[in-house]
């Protein structure tokens, strides 16, 4: 949605990497909330360039193949061997609605998809968890498919419960080289705090922010939703004045902006 020049609304900055940021843009809009796109990950190919094919080949014997996010999903799927279906006994686990529905989109079967359910108080690994622990894991392997790096938790529960863990990066996460008019509009965010609310749905964004506004950036006056507590304290770690949790769907986003 374009912003009205001497509009008194709030504007939202929309920080996900640039592939998601067409599709929350739309459903913002639907929601009558004003949006710039700000992105704060830039996302590259994996380390190993064959990760997401030996994930492939690994498939059909998995269990449970668990994507971090939709940048996973799209990584592992460009990689698809021709006429290869997803496997009938394997689970696909995320913690997020936005994975779930590129899981959907990319031919996993529904009744195949474990995510945290639509009312849990986050979708994070400890509200998935529950809907796998009940499961026998003694000597089944488990994929996660993930960036460079990020949190073992999950892995660690099922290597626990005697899963074969195998954790493959089929993308990495790197600070962002902002366009002309994404450097204008950051400007503009740290000129005017008051007018823009960030929308943080990492934590590795908020330092790649840090990184791209310079050591001279006063956040003192910054506003900020956050879909998780982790993210949150990091905002206020960088020192953003104002800080409210939100659940990462358009809905939950919209009412804490106007909550501000």
């Known amino acids: 949605m374009a912003v009205q020049p001497g509009s008194s609304e709030r504007t939202l900055l929309l920080t996900r990497p640039r592939a998601q940021a067409e599709d929350w843009v739309a459903r913002m809009a639907a929601q009558g909330v004003p949006t710039a796109v700000l992105p704060l990950i830039a996302i590259q190919p994996g380390m190993a360039p064959d990760a997401a094919a030996l994930a492939w080949r690994e498939l ?24 290869m279906a997803w496997p009938g006994a394997t689970l696909a686990a995320t913690v997020g609605p936005g994975s779930a529905l590129a899981l959907r989109a990319a031919g996993v079967p529904a009744e195949l998809i474990v995510q945290p359910p639509a009312d849990a108080a986050s979708f994070d690994s400890e509200h998935l968890w529950p809907l796998l ?4 894991w003694a000597g089944r392997l488990a994929l996660i498919l993930r960036g460079d790096g990020g949190r073992d938790w999950l892995a660690e529960r099922l290597q626990e419960r005697g899963a074969q ?35 943080f749905s990492s934590s590795e964004a908020i330092g790649h922010l840090q990184q791209l506004a310079g ?23 960088l020192g953003c004045g104002h800080v ?6 358009p809905g939950a986003i919209a009412a804490a902006l106007r909550s501000l």
């Open 60 to 83: 059909p014997r998995a269990a449970l193949a668990m994507f971090v996010s939709p940048n996973a999903v799209a990584a592992f799927f460009a990689a698809q061997p021709a006429g």
């Open 133 to 136: 622990a009940g499961r026998d």
């Open 165 to 199: 863990v195998r954790q493959i990066s089929v993308y990495r996460r790197a600070c962002p080289q902002l366009d002309p008019a994404e450097r204008g509009l950051l400007d503009a965010a740290l000129a005017a705090p008051e007018r823009m609310v960030w929308l």
């Open 215 to 237: 050591p001279g950036a006063v956040w003192s006056r910054s506003l900020a939703i956050a879909t998780h507590e982790r993210i949150a304290e990091r905002a206020k770690a």
């Open 244 to 249: 409210v949790l939100a659940r990462p769907e």
